[in-house]
């Protein structure tokens, strides 16, 4: 991974460490603290602490995080679930990918806090297919963590049970979508169902639900252990945090790298990227994932944050920011771009 | 009382209730949103995206199918941008669509074609290659056409949520989808249709109708299935002079647009090859051809040969479970007060006797469920037969009232009827064990060890559980007979609120044969034959005397004709050989068989005149469903050659030198409708296709004998001996043994 000096790694700050994705290194580095504190206050307040920290879901809406949690049910007599969204398969993004690789204690915590916060005592992360061996890697975190006692019954002593497992994608793009995903899971066909009702009230197996991305569910430990105000603070006002970015297409230094919300997309590609390759001038920008419309040269003052984006007209999305030169045949990647949907599109 | 929702489509205010779709408000404003994966009664799919409307401070454009109406809402669903996305999902639809209407069996009642000749989308801007898949046959019964599907799921969720079958489910993705029945390949189903009749496109096709006709060529006429009990409402198709389909496209009748497989394929029998056109008198040993004329006449000399000869003890009358009320009331009529005998019976599949007199003897003549009652009920119970079978409706009727409102349903069966799927407490009972169970569950004895084959306390529970329930609807087959129907009806009304019953019959005229009397003891409408009042009336409006003792039931006719006693037999419409399991030695003693058939079955062998009968096709009439529920069959076609068993009586009279003053089964009716206690129904209703509730009150004599009332038991796929002659019928039959029926 490259680094920049503009970067806050919040996320990536493990990453460096040699073998980070090991039980021993993570709890080394602040691991499972935020876990321990959060048994500790009312499940609740966990919910308030990340609904202050404006985290809003990393997987392409946006969602506000703590408001999806808070429409869980609090008395209902169905079991209830976690999943994680770990398909990442939008065209340009690569984000939940390394997040696992080099750090899956960070997710499992924040899942495992999730769990706490809407009293679910099972979770679920459904990794896309073509990740096999990112199974592999999270299993063994999954298998370190209940040997350790952070899953399974009465985990630090608290007296709260959680279960959880990786389950495996078929490789099709439909099955990020939050509700494909839950009938994949249920092994139905991954086809969305009718919204309403949503995954938090009527979710897997007709139980309450709530599903987060990998990225999403990565930030919670952070928000936990620093506070909600402080997770907010380091973005623009309602999208708090920071968020990886996957820099990629015609540009210099393509890579992921972890930056506020609200950074200059114009910035990103220069101070960042640095540049249009091959000094070649911009054409324009897919900003979040091949599904948001695409930002001409003109538009790339923006702040790359959820609002800024929808009120010019595109979206955020999964941060896949692709770069397009001035030698692009837009109707060629217009048609490339169209082959993937017709080919991923479930009928 | 609710408060309404008020919103405005169209710029015109309207007021629902919470929780309707806006589709159904536009629809009862008289606004059609064009849909096709919407479906009223099923889930919603929110698939095909034709159902777009504009909805004011929404940022895009909404399904209307799956958007619930709000306060303030304004809609439009009629905008150039709504248009135009109409017109781009039809363009996107048609991609792959072969556009071979001329050809399609769907041309002309199309939803697609409808659609596009409304919006329009003529010109298509995809020049790609269509892709071609060649057409499969899922069944002999069911054809799909993938490059005509276009993917709304309607089939599949008819099939599941409706049926309870669950054979479709979709393969591959994108533009390659399509559906894939339950065996891969094939089909292992109900074979009951409803996927082909609700394609909204020609994707399936039925393997009676395809590729023979174009809608607008076949005449519609409304009538009444002639199989099961249940009396469901048909549309047949005919085109010249021949069947091609059976529908209820327009959800009228007891039935909405549920058929079962041999409703909607299982009338082939009609234009069967083997159906006979010409009287058949035997001569020297063999049955030849004769006129209608010598076989009446024919038949008139020996019946008067062996009355003068024998007396009128002498001669007996079978009827039939599938001919109309009228017919079977002349035949009773033909019976005592031409022939002067009670020697008259039918195979009886159920005691509808036992059950009238047990409701009368309790005060409640009115508690007799009709098939929608049973689909609205909040509780029911199932107590022997197996429905999914015998009674396809009344199990269609049971499983929606479970899905679309929460009933509870209990069932008691010795057997893992299907029907337990659906079942909140399922109470299996040791063979033959119902009538023990309801004797146990009304606590008149304990239940003996082996009764219950599940767990002890099973029983109790079961009952605990029913006195929690009210307006509970009882439906029972012929494992409750004689004092059996005493013994649930007493306790049956003890349940909280009005119970309601149902005794199920075979077939589609069970119930009108016993309420129009063709019982050696019982006057039509459930009198007692030894009841002088009830005598009367039809003495005097017959203008003859009645044989006043009873006459001998079915089985003791056929021992009879065993023992010699019995010397001339007419049978109209029933195959006791059969039935009963007779070798030809059995009829042996018998001077004169007479026979009225669509078919040479197996007693119509054994005939010394067999006489052509018309179809349920063919005539016109009425019915009464298991419910005692009337019904109008109505002509639909000719056959060359038959007469209709009204028509056969009429003729016999006249031979006999009797002045009937009836012109047409109308006539009949109107002397039921004034005669037969409980049939005092109003005639506008039924002759505009309403199914009207029979009210039947008397005190029949009690069941003579055990072995008078047993069901034939058939299966999904077969009816009698009427089955035998259908093509479809057979055909999935035999598809099917392989599996032993596992759907
Ligand atoms: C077609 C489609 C594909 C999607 N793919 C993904 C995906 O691969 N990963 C993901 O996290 N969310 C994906 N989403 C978004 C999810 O539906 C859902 O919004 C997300 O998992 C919620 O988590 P979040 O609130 O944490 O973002 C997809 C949505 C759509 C409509
Ligand atoms: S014919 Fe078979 S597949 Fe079609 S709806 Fe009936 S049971 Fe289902
Ligand atoms: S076969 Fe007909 S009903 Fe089934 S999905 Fe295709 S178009 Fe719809
Ligand atoms: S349920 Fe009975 S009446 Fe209805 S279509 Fe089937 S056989 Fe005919
Ligand atoms: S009818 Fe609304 S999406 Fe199909």
């Given at each position: 991974?490259?680094?920049?000096?503009?970067?806050?790694?919040?996320?990536?700050?493990?990453?460096?460490?040699?073998?980070?994705?090991?039980?021993?290194?993570?709890?080394?580095?602040?691991?499972?603290?935020?876990?321990?504190?959060?048994?500790?206050?009312?499940?609740?307040?966990?919910?308030?602490?990340?609904?202050?920290?404006?985290?809003?879901?990393?997987?392409?809406?946006?969602?506000?995080?703590?408001?999806?949690?808070?429409?869980?049910?609090?008395?209902?007599?169905?079991?209830?679930?976690?999943?994680?969204?770990?398909?990442?398969?939008?065209?340009?993004?690569?984000?939940?990918?390394?997040?696992?690789?080099?750090?899956?204690?960070?997710?499992?915590?924040?899942?495992?806090?999730?769990?706490?916060?809407?009293?679910?005592?099972?979770?679920?992360?459904?990794?896309?297919?073509?990740?096999?061996?990112?199974?592999?890697?999270?299993?063994?975190?999954?298998?370190?963590?209940?040997?350790?006692?952070?899953?399974?019954?009465?985990?630090?002593?608290?007296?709260?049970?959680?279960?959880?497992?990786?389950?495996?994608?078929?490789?099709?793009?439909?099955?990020?979508?939050?509700?494909?995903?839950?009938?994949?899971?249920?092994?139905?066909?991954?086809?969305?169902?009718v919204?309403p009702?949503?995954?938090?009230?009527?979710?897997?197996?007709?139980?309450?639900?709530?599903?987060?991305?990998?990225?999403?569910?990565?930030?919670?430990?952070?928000?936990?252990?620093?506070?909600?105000?402080?997770?907010?603070?380091?973005?623009?006002?309602?999208?708090?945090?920071?968020?990886?970015?996957?820099?990629?297409?015609?540009?210099?230094?393509?890579?992921?790298?972890?930056?506020?919300?609200?950074?200059?997309?114009?910035?990103?590609?220069?101070?960042?990227?640095?540049?249009?390759?091959?000094?070649?001038?911009?054409?324009?920008?897919?900003?979040?994932?091949?599904?948001?419309?695409?930002?001409?040269?003109?538009?790339?003052?923006?702040?790359?944050?959820?609002?800024?984006?929808?009120?010019?007209?595109?979206?955020?999305?999964?941060?896949?920011?692709?770069?397009?030169?001035?030698?692009?045949?837009?109707?060629?990647?217009?048609?490339?771009?169209?082959?993937?949907?017709?080919?991923?599109?479930?009928? | 009382m609710v408060d309404l929702i008020k919103l405005t489509i169209d710029g015109k205010p309207v007021a629902v209730p919470p929780g309707t779709l806006l589709i159904d408000a536009a629809k009862q404003m008289g606004i059609e949103v064009p849909s096709f994966c919407y479906y009223p009664g099923l889930s919603l799919q929110g698939?095909c995206r034709m159902c777009l409307v504009a909805i004011e401070?929404m940022?895009?454009l909404q399904t209307a199918c799956t958007t619930v109406v709000g306060n303030g809402m304004v809609v439009h669903t009629e905008t150039?941008?709504v248009a135009?996305?109409r017109?781009?999902?039809?363009?996107?639809?048609?991609?792959?669509?072969?556009?071979?209407?001329?050809?399609?069996?769907?041309?002309?009642?199309?939803e697609?074609?409808d659609a596009?000749?409304r919006y329009?989308?003529?010109?298509?801007?995809?020049?790609?290659?269509?892709?071609?898949?060649?057409?499969?046959?899922?069944?002999?019964?069911?054809?799909?056409?993938?490059?005509?599907?276009?993917?709304?799921?309607r089939?599949?969720?008819?099939?599941?949520?409706?049926?309870?079958?669950?054979?479709?489910?979709?393969?591959?993705?994108?533009?390659?989808?399509?559906?894939?029945?339950?065996?891969?390949?094939?089909?292992?189903?109900?074979?009951?249709?409803?996927?082909?009749?609700i394609?909204p496109?020609?994707?399936?096709?039925?393997?009676?109708?395809?590729?023979?006709?174009?809608?607008?060529?076949?005449?519609?006429?409304?009538?009444?299935?002639?199989?099961?009990?249940?009396?469901?409402?048909?549309?047949?198709?005919?085109?010249?002079?021949?069947?091609?389909?059976?529908?209820?496209r327009d959800h009228s009748?007891?039935?909405g647009e549920?058929?079962?497989?041999?409703?909607?394929?299982?009338?082939?029998?009609?234009?069967?090859?083997?159906?006979?056109?010409?009287?058949?008198?035997?001569?020297?040993?063999?049955?030849?051809?004769?006129?209608?004329?010598?076989?009446?006449?024919?038949?008139?000399?020996?019946?008067?040969?062996?009355?003068?000869?024998?007396?009128?003890?002498?001669?007996?009358?079978?009827?039939?479970?599938?001919?109309?009320?009228?017919?079977?009331?002349?035949?009773?009529?033909?019976?005592?007060?031409?022939?002067?005998?009670?020697?008259?019976?039918?195979?009886?599949?159920?005691?509808?006797?036992?059950?009238?007199?047990?409701?009368?003897?309790?005060?409640?003549?009115?508690?007799?469920?009709?098939?929608e009652?049973?689909g609205a009920?909040?509780?029911?119970?199932?107590?022997?037969?197996?429905?999914?079978?015998?009674?396809?409706?009344?199990?269609?009727?049971?499983?929606q009232?479970?899905?679309q409102h929460?009933?509870?349903?209990?069932?008691?069966?010795?057997?893992?009827?299907?029907?337990?799927?659906?079942?909140?407490?399922?109470?299996?009972?040791?063979?033959?064990?119902?009538?023990?169970?309801?004797?146990?569950?009304?606590?008149?004895?304990?239940?003996?060890?082996?009764?219950?084959?599940?767990?002890?306390?099973?029983?109790?529970?079961?009952?605990?559980?029913?006195?929690?329930?009210?307006?509970?609807?009882?439906?029972?087959?012929?494992?409750?007979?004689?004092?059996?129907?005493?013994?649930?009806?007493?306790?049956?009304?003890?349940?909280?609120?009005?119970?309601?019953?149902?005794?199920?019959?075979?077939?589609?005229?069970?119930?009108?044969?016993?309420?129009?009397?063709?019982?050696?003891?019982?006057?039509?409408?459930?009198?007692?034959?030894?009841?002088?009042?009830?005598?009367?009336?039809?003495?005097?409006?017959?203008?003859?005397?009645?044989?006043?003792?009873?006459?001998?039931?079915?089985?003791?006719?056929?021992?009879?004709?065993?023992?010699?006693?019995?010397?001339?037999?007419?049978?109209?419409?029933?195959?006791?050989?059969?039935?009963?399991?007779?070798?030809?030695?059995?009829?042996?003693?018998?001077?004169?068989?007479?026979?009225?058939?669509?078919?040479?079955?197996?007693?119509?062998?054994?005939?010394?005149?067999?006489?052509?009968?018309?179809?349920?096709?063919?005539?016109?009439?009425?019915?009464?469903?298991?419910?005692?529920?009337?019904?109008?069959?109505?002509?639909?076609?000719?056959?060359?050659?038959?007469?209709?068993?009204?028509?056969?009586?009429?003729?016999?009279?006249?031979?006999?030198?009797?002045?009937?003053?009836?012109?047409?089964?109308?006539?009949?009716?109107?002397?039921?409708?004034?005669?037969?206690?409980?049939?005092?129904?109003?005639?506008?209703?039924?002759?505009?296709?309403?199914?009207?509730?029979?009210?039947?009150?008397?005190?029949?004599?009690?069941?003579?004998?055990?072995?008078?009332?047993?069901?034939?038991?058939?299966?999904?796929?077969?009816?009698?001996?009427?089955?035998?002659?259908?093509?479809?019928?057979?055909?999935?039959?035999?598809?099917?043994?392989?599996?032993?029926?596992?759907?």
């Open positions: 991974m490259r680094g920049n000096p503009l970067e806050v790694k919040i996320l990536t700050r493990r990453f460096g460490l040699p073998n980070s994705a090991s039980i021993d290194v993570y709890l080394a580095n602040e691991g499972y603290q935020a876990l321990k504190k959060a048994l500790a206050i009312k499940p609740d307040d966990v919910i308030n602490e990340v609904k202050k920290s404006a985290l809003r879901g990393r997987g392409g809406a946006g969602f506000n995080a703590g408001m999806k949690w808070g429409f869980v049910p609090k008395q209902a007599n169905k079991p209830k679930y976690v999943v994680c969204n770990a398909d990442e398969s939008e065209p340009g993004t690569c984000k939940d990918r390394v997040l696992m690789e080099y750090d899956p204690h960070q997710l499992l915590e924040g899942i495992v806090i999730a769990g706490y916060a809407i009293q679910s005592h099972q979770g679920y992360i459904y990794i896309r297919g073509e990740y096999r061996y990112l199974m592999e890697i999270v299993d063994h975190a999954i298998a370190e963590a209940y040997a350790r006692g952070y899953l399974g019954k009465n985990i630090l002593g608290s007296g709260f049970d959680f279960d959880l497992c990786t389950h495996s994608g078929a490789g099709a793009y439909e099955c990020g979508e939050e509700t494909a995903l839950l009938n994949s899971l249920e092994g139905l066909r991954g086809y969305p169902r919204k009702p949503f995954p938090a009230v009527i979710g897997l197996y007709g139980c309450p639900t709530i599903i987060n991305n990998v990225e999403t569910l990565s930030n919670v430990p952070h928000i936990v252990l620093q506070g909600g105000d402080w997770y907010a603070k380091l973005g623009t006002p309602n999208n708090g945090g920071t968020r990886l970015f996957c820099l990629s297409g015609h540009i210099e230094r393509p890579g992921i790298y972890e930056l506020p919300m609200g950074f200059p997309l114009g910035r990103m590609i220069e101070e960042v990227g640095g540049g249009v390759w091959r000094g070649k001038r911009l054409k324009c920008v897919i900003p979040g994932g091949s599904s948001c419309p695409v930002l001409t040269a003109e538009e790339i003052d923006v702040p790359m944050d959820f609002d800024s984006l929808t009120k010019i007209g595109s979206m955020l999305g999964s941060g896949g920011v692709v770069v397009l030169d001035e030698d692009t045949c837009m109707v060629k990647a217009a048609w490339r771009i169209m082959k993937f949907y017709a080919h991923e599109s479930c009928g | 698939a401070k940022p895009k150039p941008e135009n996305a017109k781009a999902m039809l363009e996107f639809l048609l991609t792959n669509h072969p556009l071979d209407c001329p050809v399609c069996d769907k041309g002309g009642e199309c697609l074609q596009v000749f329009g989308a003529a010109e298509t801007r995809f020049l790609e290659t269509k892709q071609h898949e060649e057409e499969k046959k899922f069944s002999s019964l069911v054809y799909y056409d993938r490059p005509r599907c276009i993917l709304c799921y089939c599949i969720r008819v099939c599941d949520e409706g049926m309870d079958v669950n054979a479709y489910g979709i393969g591959f993705r994108g533009a390659h989808s399509e559906i894939i029945p339950n065996r891969g390949e094939h089909l292992e189903c109900e074979e009951c249709g409803a996927c082909i009749d394609c496109v020609g994707a399936l096709t039925s393997g009676t109708y395809r590729y023979k006709t174009r809608p607008w060529e076949v005449t519609y006429t409304g009538t009444v299935c002639n199989h099961c009990g249940d009396g469901c409402k048909t549309t047949l198709s005919v085109r010249n002079n021949v069947v091609i389909r059976a529908n209820n009748g007891v039935n549920f058929l079962c497989v041999k409703g909607r394929f299982g009338w082939d029998f009609v234009n069967s090859e083997q159906r006979l056109t010409s009287p058949l008198i035997r001569k020297n040993g063999k049955q030849e051809e004769a006129s209608w004329e010598e076989a009446l006449a024919h038949t008139a000399e020996r019946l008067q040969a062996v009355l003068a000869q024998h007396g009128p003890g002498a001669v007996a009358v079978i009827g039939s479970n599938r001919t109309t009320n009228e017919e079977n009331y002349l035949l009773q009529r033909f019976a005592r007060s031409v022939l002067g005998t009670n020697n008259l019976d039918h195979h009886r599949t159920a005691d509808f006797s036992s059950l009238v007199r047990a409701l009368t003897e309790a005060g409640a003549a009115d508690r007799h469920a009709t098939i009652e049973i009920a909040s509780s029911i119970l199932v107590i022997g037969n197996d429905p999914t079978h015998q009674h396809p409706l009344i199990a269609y009727q049971v499983r009232a479970v899905r929460g009933a509870r349903l209990y069932v008691v069966n010795a057997g893992e009827i299907k029907l337990r799927r659906q079942a909140s407490q399922y109470l299996q009972v040791s063979p033959r064990g119902e009538a023990e169970a309801v004797r146990a569950l009304a606590g008149q004895v304990t239940a003996s060890q082996d009764l219950c084959t599940g767990e002890a306390e099973a029983l109790p529970t079961f009952a605990q559980a029913l006195t929690k329930e009210s307006d509970t609807v009882v439906i029972f087959g012929d494992e409750i007979q004689g004092q059996g129907v005493g013994d649930l009806v007493r306790w049956g009304l003890t349940l909280s609120g009005r119970t309601r019953f149902v005794a199920l019959g075979d077939y589609a005229n069970s119930r009108g044969a016993a309420d129009m009397g063709l019982f050696p003891d019982t006057l039509p409408g459930y009198q007692p034959l030894s009841s002088e009042a009830a005598r009367q009336q039809f003495e005097s409006a017959w203008g003859s005397n009645l044989p006043t003792t009873s006459g001998r039931n079915l089985r003791s006719i056929l021992e009879g004709i065993r023992a010699g006693e019995i010397k001339a037999l007419l049978v109209f419409g029933a195959n006791p050989v059969r039935t009963f399991k007779l070798e030809k030695a059995a009829f042996a003693g018998l001077q004169f068989l007479f026979v009225a058939e669509l078919f040479r079955t197996e007693t119509a062998e054994f005939a010394d005149i067999v006489v052509p009968a018309t179809s349920f096709a063919e005539k016109s009439g009425t019915m009464t469903n298991t419910c005692g529920q009337v019904q109008a069959l109505k002509r639909t076609m000719r056959k060359a050659g038959t007469r209709s068993d009204l028509e056969i009586l009429l003729a016999l009279a006249r031979l006999f030198g009797q002045k009937w003053p009836y012109q047409s089964s109308e006539d009949v009716l109107r002397e039921i409708i004034a005669l037969v206690p409980g049939y005092g129904i109003p005639l506008p209703g039924l002759l505009v296709g309403h199914a009207v509730a029979t009210r039947p009150e008397g005190a029949p004599p009690p069941l003579e004998r055990p072995d008078l009332v047993f069901s034939s038991r058939d299966s999904l796929f077969t009816s009698g001996t009427l089955s035998r002659y259908s093509w479809a019928l057979n055909s999935v039959d035999e598809a099917k043994k392989p599996y032993g029926h596992a759907f």
